[in-house]
Structure formats: C-alpha cells, structure tokens
C-alpha cells in the first residue's frame, strides 16, 4: 500500500543524491563531532567535497538519556561568507524524508541563505542514515500493487486491511524497539540535541511541509531556544487523521481545477471525465509498456498526483492523461514509479516506510472500514478524482498498527518564543493554505507571523516569487520581520 499524498518537498527530491559517512575529520571543528567526507551509496554518487558527514548518538528513549543510543545521520556545508550567523538546520518533509540525501540538492535554491549559515540537515531516526526502517522487500512491494486500495466487494476488503497489517507487522520485525521511538516529538528533542553540538544559542530552522509540523512541536518543547524560524508548505496541526485526508482531497482537487482551467477545460467537466478513466481503470488496468506491469487505478491516481506538485509538471499531466485515453498507460506508470521511488530495476525506495512508522505512532485515531464507509461519500463530494482513495486511506494506513498513536492532533503552542515566519501558498495542493493560519494561530499571540502567496504548487519559498523569497531572506539574514498578514501576489 502506497499513501497517495507525501507531505515533502518533491520538487527538491528530483534530484536526489545519497551521502554518508566516510573517515577524516575535520581539523577546525568544535562540536565534537567526527565529520568527515560524504561517501557514495547504492542510491547515488557522493557529494562535492564541499559537504561533510557525521553520526551524532542520541538516547534511543528520550524519557532514559543515559540508555540505549542510536545514530543520526548529519549532513553539512560551512557558511561562505565571513560574517556567520551560525547553523540553519532544514527538514524537507514526509514524515521520513532523507535531508542527509536532498540537502546537497535543495543547497542551490537557499545559496544567498549559505553566505551567513552552515546548511545543515539530518536524517531523523527511523530514515535512512538514522536507522532506516524497511518493512518489506521489492517484491512484496510490487505484488501489493494489484492490491485495490478503493475496495469494491467484501474479498477486496479483506485484501486492503490485510496487506495493511502485513505491511504493519513487517515494520515491527525490522524496526524492533526503535518501532516506539520514532516520534514527531523524539525528533523534536533529537534537534535540540543537534542544536547544542553544533554550538548555537538557538535553533534557526527552515522547515518544509511534514517539516513544518516538526518545528512547531520543537517551538512547544522548546520556546525559549527558538530562534529564526520559518515554516513553509504548512501542515494544519489542528486535523486529525480524517481532517488531514480532507484536507488533502481539498487541497488537490483545487491544484486539478487550476490544472483543466490552464487547459481550457471546465473543471467540473474535466474532474468528471478523470473520473470515468479511472474507474474504466479500475475495471481493466492499462497495458503499460512494462514486462508484467498494467497501470491500476492505484498507480493512475498516483501518477496524477504526481505533477499536481509543481505547475511547471501540468503539461506532462496532458500527455499521460491523453495516453491513458487511447488505452496507453506507459506515461502514468513513470510517474507513479517517480512517486513511488521505484527505478528501473525495481529497486525501491522506503520514504513511505519511515513515514508510516512516524505518522502511525504520531496518529491516535484509527478508523475502522465501517467508519470508513460512512465517510466516503463526503469525501467524494469534496473531490470526485481523489476523495475515495484519501478516504479508504484512513482506514488502511495504520491498520492494526503494532503499536499505539500518541495524540489525535499536535500541540504546537510556543509561548514566549520568538517570532516564527509561516509561509502559506493559496494554491498548495498537498498542505493546503488553511495549514498555514492555522499554525500561526495555534503558535500564539505575537509568535506566529503568517506570510501568504497567491500562487500554486507545494511550497512557496525559491518557487519564483521575488517577494516571497526576498521577505524570507530579509527574515533569515537580518532578523527583519515582515508585518503579520503579508500577502505577496
């Protein structure tokens, strides 16, 4: 089973690199830390020398710091210029995103931002450097594929919950002990740790997406030790697991209305001839141009979302939308397969491995199938394309779950902590903009700074808005704080 909607910044993950940790420290360094030269892995060369890698230990459990310890993949780049501000540490999203692999390849979009700071980033526990989980093998992961996310009779039913639990149970057998530990919180204090071997005061943060629910939950724990942060693509920290699903069936119906009105289509029109091909789909997956592939509905919906991320990807949406017509589903399987990590191979990534094992032990509430059902038909009024499938994932994603779910929504409250840049982009499809009020509101009362764009795609910051980057920086680089309710167009 495959969750349709990833909070992280995909754009930057176009270009993935994979680093770890090699031998040689550096001379000059105070953390204590040995960083030495980023190595290459099985997933991509290594970075320039310009980046180093290290493994900070951490307390396994955070309730026991002198227990058991587990490894933290680190990942940085020193300040070019001569007036240092200290470190800024990124979070690009997921939950279970790799900011050891996508820093090196987000570094050119935040290049003004490294004349003042060490870029810095890590992978949190449960992703790869950091003790990476991996629930099922290659294989397994492929053969799930003709499992029907969107249940029609009692025998798919028993399929989905099934692979659900299987998926759940893999995760524990491969994760042990760490399966209890891999908190939104644990994280949050794996960051204060960060902070304090990398010699800073405070924590200057960007974070993305997933990583904006992170830096609110830090600026909770720790308000006092917030310093400039900005959180952009926002997570609403008051939904939970159905408010987040709506909230995403919402968010990308409005990127697909965006998308037909670009092609001259009438989005109602439009939505409901997607429809109709996906349920043609449903009935008779597409030849694909792959030796033993057919392109599902599961993997169509998942190609769709795919471009839905970046308005500069709507035209190859036409394409595959117009192959998929003429019964040609070689185009939609490449972006599910881009979406899904899979490579040429077969060989896949485990991003929605650790998110799982994040957000299930994040995520108190488990609705059951029945539940399901009596929500499906409002989650189909909210979106006719996406609305089912976000539905029925509600049910699936943490079904019999090993283990239980912490709370039902974050508390990001930070009173008393410095003001936090919220970056909230109107036409945001996977955080839709309503995140970003929200979390200005829940961070309190002259903490919470909301910055809002009038654009489209996942994100706001280095998305081609002069005005929202130059706020951004003028925030970063010199404590210059933009008035509450900016809006740039």
Same mark, same amino acid.
């Given at each position: ?25 550096? *001379? ?119 499992? #029907? ?65 992170? *830096? ?10 917030? &310093? ?60 694909? *141009? ?114 239980? &779910? ?20 109107? &036409? ?40 929202? #980057? ?20």
């Amino acid at each position: 089973m495959t969750r349709f909607v990833r909070w992280t910044a995909l754009a930057a993950a176009s270009a993935l690199l994979a680093a770890g940790c090699s031998g040689g420290s550096s *001379g000059d360094d105070k953390s204590g830390l040995s960083w030495g030269r980023c190595k290459a892995t099985a997933d991509g060369p290594a970075p320039s020398s310009e980046w180093q890698c290290a493994t900070l230990k951490v307390p396994l459990d955070w309730s026991k710091p002198d227990g058991e310890t587990i490894g933290l993949g680190l990942i940085r780049a020193k300040a070019r210029g001569d007036d240092r501000l200290g470190s800024l540490l990124f979070n690009f999203g997921g939950p279970g995103a790799s900011g050891v692999s996508m820093m090196p390849s987000y570094a050119p979009t935040v290049s003004s931002l490294r004349e003042r700071y060490d870029l810095v980033s890590w992978d949190p526990r449960g992703v790869g450097a950091s003790e990476g989980v991996r629930c099922r093998g290659d294989k397994q992961i492929q053969a799930a594929e003709s499992v #029907d996310v969107t249940p029609d009779t009692p025998a798919e039913e028993k399929a989905y919950v099934e692979d659900a639990a299987h998926f759940g149970k893999g995760c524990q057998k491969d994760a042990g002990k760490l399966m209890a530990h891999v908190s939104t919180a644990d994280s949050a204090r794996d960051m204060d740790r960060i902070r304090q071997v990398l010699g800073d005061d405070r924590m200057n943060y960007f974070g993305i997406s997933y990583g904006t629910e992170l *830096g609110g939950t830090y600026a909770h724990l720790f308000p006092k030790k917030v &310093g400039r942060m900005t959180l952009d693509a926002v997570v609403d920290p008051t939904a939970d697991t159905v408010g987040h699903a709506l909230n995403q069936a919402r968010g990308f119906q409005r990127a697909l209305n965006g998308y037909l009105r670009s092609t001259g289509q009438d989005p109602q029109d439009g939505t409901r001839k997607i429809a109709e091909l996906l349920r043609r789909i449903d009935t008779h997956p597409l030849p694909a *141009g792959a030796p033993g592939r057919k392109l599902t509905q599961t993997l169509a919906v998942t190609g769709i979302i795919l471009p839905l991320y970046s308005k500069d990807s709507w035209p190859t949406l036409t394409s595959a939308l117009e192959a998929a017509e003429r019964d040609d589903g070689s185009e939609l399987l490449v972006l599910a397969d881009r979406y899904n990590e899979r490579d040429p191979s077969g060989r896949y990534g485990t991003t929605t491995h650790s998110q799982r094992v994040i957000s299930c032990l994040d995520d108190r509430q488990r609705p059951t199938v029945a539940q399901t059902k009596k929500l499906l038909p409002r989650f189909e009024t909210v979106s006719p394309v996406f609305g089912t499938f976000l539905g029925w994932d509600t049910a699936g994603w943490c079904h019999d779950w090993p283990v239980p &779910g912490q709370h039902e929504t974050p508390e990001v409250s930070a009173p008393g902590a410095a003001p936090v840049l919220v970056v909230g982009n109107t &036409g945001d499809p996977a955080t839709p903009y309503e995140g970003a009020r929200r979390m200005a509101g829940e961070l309190g009362k002259g903490v919470g700074v909301l910055l809002t764009w009038r654009g489209e795609g996942h994100g706001a910051y280095g998305s081609g808005s002069d005005c929202v #980057d130059s706020a951004v920086n003028a925030y970063l680089l010199d404590d210059s704080v933009p008035k509450d309710g900016k809006v740039c167009s």
